[in-house]
């Protein structure tokens, strides 16, 4: 077993997920591969169970009985994570926006520079982000800079989905408490653990966008995290410093 486990959650995703487990499997050092299908109807978990065999114990696939959100998809996939005592957590998006290249340069960030969380960033050096249009680049990039208003974090892209955690920053962050659902599961991740003073390190990559398989962004998850920001920082005043209760 790896020390080093990406995890990709699915929701019809038949086209993209057999190539983006190959490709993961393909790199050095070696990973594990978890991913969290939610009951995808085109077939996807179906796809995975087929490739098992071909990786000798490496590839996993936790299965959920509904669609339930992405923020949902990765507490359950740390959790599988933390019980089987893999160092180094990843989180990844399925439709290839994020380049499985980068892995290492996000472990390396985390294993050797000593971040306990390492954040591929879309904005740290400047805006790079593929095959968007412009108003959806505007509207990513301004979020964030709110995001840092609100929150204090200086983090450039908190919002981003790619990242790698050690396994004693998900042990400090209370996983149970945890409230969002979409993208602001992302935002709520990186704040906790910005207030339990764990260094982050922004590693820079190019975002590009899907070419196959349906975008779950909608206006609902846009909204919980504009307004959730709000309310993480409202409660962040009323906690005390490690406080996991």
């Known amino acids: 077993m790896s ?49 098992q065999e071909g990786f000798n114990g490496r590839l996993h696939l ?14 359950a996939g740390f959790k599988w994570c933390l019980d089987r005592h893999y160092q180094y957590i990843f989180e990844m998006d399925a439709d290839f926006s994020h380049n499985p290249d980068d892995l290492p340069r996000l472990l390396e960030a985390c294993e050797v520079q000593g971040a306990g969380l390492s954040v591929g960033s879309r904005y740290i050096t400047g805006v790079n982000v593929v095959n968007w249009p412009i108003s959806r680049v505007i509207m990513s990039y301004y979020a964030s800079a709110y995001v840092r208003f609100i929150t204090g974090m200086t983090i450039r892209d908190s919002t981003a989905g790619f990242v790698c955690y050690k396994r004693e920053t998900l042990q400090t962050i209370n996983l149970d408490k945890i409230k969002f659902k979409g993208y602001a599961f992302q935002i709520e991740m990186k704040f906790k653990a910005y207030l339990e003073d764990i260094r982050i390190i922004e590693v820079p990559i190019i975002f590009t966008d899907r070419t196959r398989g349906t975008s779950k962004m909608s206006k609902k998850i846009f909204r919980e995290a504009f307004f959730g920001v709000i309310e993480l920082k409202i409660n962040s005043w009323f906690r005390k410093k490690n406080d996991r209760k």
């Open 3 to 51: 020390n080093y486990i990406v995890i990709i959650p699915t929701y019809n995703e038949k086209e993209n997920v057999e190539g983006i487990i190959r490709k993961v499997m393909s790199l050095q050092p070696m990973f594990d591969v978890l991913i969290v299908d939610d009951n995808s109807p085109d077939g996807t978990a179906h796809i995975v169970k087929g490739l």
């Open 62 to 75: 936790l299965e959920r009985t509904e669609k339930n959100g992405l923020g949902t998809a990765y507490i």
